[in-house]
Structures are given as C-alpha cells and as structure tokens.
C-alpha cells in the first residue's frame, strides 16, 4: 500500500523567505502524481502543484517549486517570497494511476508566515 | 462555475441520529470523491463515483454509512445512528474526466459534531 509521511508538524518562516517542506513516499507503482495542497485556516483545500512521476523536470508554479527526487522517493515543495497568505496546512498527496484515482494525505505541516 | 459546493457547512447532531451531507460537483466534472478528515490528520479516502456508479468503497465506510449520486450530479452522504468517532470534517472532491482526472477540487467541507 502507498504511504505519504510529512515529517515536519509545524514550520516558521519570515515574509519574504524561502522555506522548504518536506514529503516522502513508498510505492511500487512507476506511473503516479504527486501534490501539494494548501489549507488555509478554516477554508478549503486549494491545489498548490502538481508532478507527473514520468517527468524528470521539476513542477514550479511562480514562488512555488518542488525538487522531486524520485529514487529517493522524495518530494519537497519549496515556498519563495514567503507571503502571509501562505500561512496553511500544507498536504503532501499521492495519486496512483489506475482506475480510481484516489489521493492518500500525508498527515500535513502547518507553516506559520511571521511578519 | 463557482466551484465544489457543500451542505451544510456545520452539524451538530445528538449520538444515534441520521444526518445527510449533499455535495455539488463542478457541473463539468463525472468523478466525485468523499474524503474523511479528522483534527490533525490528511483526508482519508472514503468513496468514489464516475459519473452514477459508485465504483469503490474504503473499508472505512461503515454499514453505517452510504452515499449515492443518483442522476450523475450531485451526491448524498448519508450516516445513520451516528457515534462520536463519526465526528470529523467531511470533503467531498470532483475531477474531469480524462487527460485531467487526476486533478481534484475540493469542497469547503461539512464538519460533523457529534454529542
């Protein structure tokens, strides 16, 4: 069974800095994605980026990127610019690539952005 | 289109009572997810529907639980004779078909309380 581990319960940044948060996985599957969502504080969970597992090159979405390390089975997002509406629990999720297509959470990092 | 919607937002139900959440689906959308989200957890998969057809079911749904999507559109959650471990937040996710189906929206979330 696939499994998603965000080792990081809570995270601090300043405005303005670069944080990174970390993700790993296990699966045998070779075809799957991988995601970040952000919750905001009693709002709804917002797609953040995406990674295809066949694609080598890295997925960045303006401030957001993500070093996808596939060997490794690693997948971090880094946040740049740190602004204060990043503040949110961010979920690392998992996709396998068969039939139904449902997401596995990682337990989450909540990333506080101090002004 | 203005999204996933979801209702109600909030319930407060006494143990042993029936409660029914509803979610609409971006109109476009023919897959629609339920997840389960308890306090400092990911969401847990529960179901899944392609267009009526509920086509998987997690072992976490309960006989207690049953959801349907009866014309292909919106979707029902029922849980009858709650208990207090039923009380989480519950997601309900829509995705389109094809090339996009492993891109998933979410909705604002039903929290279930349940005394």
């Known amino acids: 069974a696939q499994t998603v581990t965000q080792s990081q319960p809570e995270m601090s940044v300043q405005e303005a800095e670069t944080v990174t948060l970390s993700c790993t996985y296990d699966?045998?599957?070779?075809?799957?994605?991988l995601f970040w969502y952000k919750q905001p504080p009693s709002r709804q969970m917002i797609l953040v980026i995406r990674?295809?597992?066949?694609?080598?090159q890295n997925a960045t979405e303006n401030r957001f990127s993500v070093n996808f390390q596939k060997a490794a089975k690693s997948f971090s997002l880094k946040i740049s610019d740190s602004q204060l509406g990043d503040t949110a629990m961010y979920f690392c999720a998992f996709l396998d690539g068969g039939a139904t297509n449902k997401l596995i959470f990682g337990t989450g990092t909540l990333l506080a952005v101090q002004p | 289109d203005t999204g996933v919607s979801q209702n109600p937002r909030h319930k407060i139900t006494k143990r042993g009572q029936n409660v029914t959440f509803r979610c609409d689906p971006i109109s476009e959308h023919n897959r629609l997810y339920w997840y389960r989200q308890t306090l400092g957890q990911g969401p847990e998969f529960l179901t899944y529907f392609q267009n009526e057809a509920q086509l998987e079911k997690s072992r976490l749904l309960s006989d207690r639980f049953s959801a349907e999507r009866p014309k292909g559109s919106f979707s029902t959650l029922e849980i009858q004779r709650t208990e207090q471990g039923d009380s989480a937040m519950y997601l309900c996710?829509?995705?389109?078909?094809?090339?996009?189906?492993?891109?998933?929206?979410f909705g604002p979330g039903t929290r279930l309380t349940v005394t």
């Open positions: 990674q295809e597992a066949y694609k080598q």
């Open positions: 699966t045998s599957e070779n075809n799957y994605y």
């Open positions: 996710a829509s995705s389109a078909a094809g090339a996009s189906s492993y891109e998933q929206y």
